[in-house]
């Protein structure tokens, strides 16, 4: 069989043909975390988000009647920054990570099969740590890293309890008194935190973010605590006991080393992106012998589109 040979001129082309699915890429990458929160596209640099606060009253018919009290919208910005990266890469050598020998054993791939696919592997990777960055990223303008490009829900979170605009007499917050969850605390903590939330924020569908020990542990903690009784069918508990399966766990593995559990709903996690201007690129273009250059901008950011105890509660582990 003939030798495949990947040139900077059939990535170029790859570049400029598959450019909106190897801009998704990054996010399709985000994996898991995707289908509990919401993406919006079409943000570039900011928007501002927010809710419709103030109160509004029918009552008997009266005709005189007015009602003057104030509605606001308490605005919210979600900010999107501009990112890239410039990877200098061997693709024979990403090529050969991607595909192996399958092409010595006569599984034959067209050339534009295998750029676009290495050009897609090169993007996830971009989305990789887009993911691992999500809650504890921390903007810095003189940054040279995914985690320095944004600010993270985490980042977020930090910086609104240090600004007094997360705390327990708003009923956003909530202090625990352990300094860590485990298989005898976990199943009490869990429910601590779904009971203390806001009224309205129980009545809607919840996710709580922890760390995949935390749900290792509420599973421990949940055998033992129940045995054999009836309704503990399976070792596998996906909602906090108590919840009529309204306060889903969400264990992921970007929560780990958090110091923080959020309890809100997905359409209040907002994950900002563009996708649609020709500000984002994607390019492949020489650098030297052998030796080519990947690249990708593009615009990534987070924000809560509102920290009302309707919509958010914040728990924290005892120091």
């Not at 303008?141 to 985690?147: H, M, V, Y």
């Not at 806001?198 to 903690?221: G, I, M, T, W």
């Not at 306060?247 to 593995?253: D, F, G, S």
Request: some cysteine; hydrophobic content about 35%; overall charge neutral.
């Amino acid at each position: 069989m003939s030798k495949v040979t990947i040139t900077p001129d059939a990535l170029a082309k790859s570049a400029a043909s598959f450019r909106r699915e190897i801009l998704m890429m990054p996010v399709f990458s985000l994996g898991e975390f995707l289908k509990h929160v919401t993406v919006r596209t079409g943000i570039r640099y900011s928007e501002t988000v927010g809710e419709l606060t103030g109160d509004m009253q029918i009552g008997p018919y009266d005709q005189n009647r007015e009602d003057d009290e104030d509605v606001s919208i308490v605005a919210r910005t979600l900010y999107t920054y501009f990112g890239s990266v410039v990877k200098n890469f061997s693709p024979n050598s990403v090529y050969q990570s991607i595909y192996g020998s399958a092409l010595t054993k006569g599984e034959g791939l067209k050339t534009t099969d295998i750029t676009r696919t290495v050009l897609n592997y090169l993007s996830s990777k971009v989305g990789q740590n887009l993911y691992k960055s999500v809650w504890k990223a921390k903007r810095s303008d003189t940054g040279t890293k995914t985690i320095e490009l944004f600010n993270g829900f985490d980042t977020i979170t930090a910086d609104e309890i240090t600004a007094g605009n997360i705390a327990a007499g708003k009923g956003n917050f909530l202090q625990l008194d352990v300094t860590k969850i485990d298989a005898t605390n976990a199943v009490d903590t869990l429910k601590k935190i779904w009971r203390a939330a806001n009224e309205h924020l129980r009545d809607q569908q919840c996710k709580l973010f922890v760390p995949p020990s935390v749900l290792d542990a509420y599973n421990d903690d949940y055998k033992t605590v129940t045995g054999a009784i009836p309704y503990n069918l399976q070792y596998k508990q996906t909602f906090v006991e108590g919840s009529e399966n309204r306060c889903e766990i969400v264990a992921l593995a970007n929560k780990s080393g958090s110091d923080y559990i959020h309890l809100t709903t997905k359409n209040n996690m907002l994950v900002g992106l563009n996708q649609m201007g020709e500000d984002e690129t994607v390019a492949v273009e020489k650098h030297k012998a052998f030796v080519l250059q990947f690249i990708m901008t593009m615009f990534f950011g987070c924000q809560f589109e509102s920290i009302s105890p309707e919509r958010l509660l914040v728990a924290k582990y005892k120091a």
